[in-house]
């Protein structure tokens, strides 16, 4: 069974920098679009950034200037970089991709379990 697996949540002071990665397991064919969502108790999932098989990025604007996404497709890995970080950053992590398995005929949405990221001020 495919699943997106992330890494590189944990705590860090106002100001820091962390890097969060994601990749599926298993057998994949192709993936499209990658990104990062976060979400906080008591509040939707919001998108964080999001990137295009051509390497075609968005974010929110909370995160414009200190975020960036990238991907590795050789690796099947995306990747967040988040710097300057606030509290205000303070969220579950999740990762979101669409994926094409080998042995399926059609792109289907996949989520990670989510990794903590908890900024102190």
């Known amino acids: 069974q495919v699943q997106l697996v992330e890494s590189g949540g944990g705590l860090v002071q106002a100001g820091g920098s962390l890097r969060l990665s994601c990749a599926p397991s298993?057998?994949?064919?192709?993936?499209?679009?990658m990104g990062w969502y976060r979400q906080v108790p008591g509040k939707q999932r919001e998108l964080v950034a999001h990137i295009t098989s051509g390497g075609s990025t968005n974010y929110a604007d909370s995160v414009k200037g200190r975020f960036t996404i990238s991907r590795d497709n050789d690796k099947n890995t995306v990747y967040l970089q988040m710097n300057s970080l606030k509290p205000g950053d303070t969220a579950v992590y999740y990762c979101?991709?669409?994926?094409?398995?080998?042995?399926?005929?059609?792109?289907?949405?996949?989520w990670g379990q989510g990794t903590q990221v908890t900024v102190s001020s």
């Open positions: 298993g057998s994949i064919f192709r993936i499209n679009r």
């Open positions: 979101n991709a669409d994926l094409w398995i080998i042995g399926s005929s059609r792109y289907m949405d996949y």
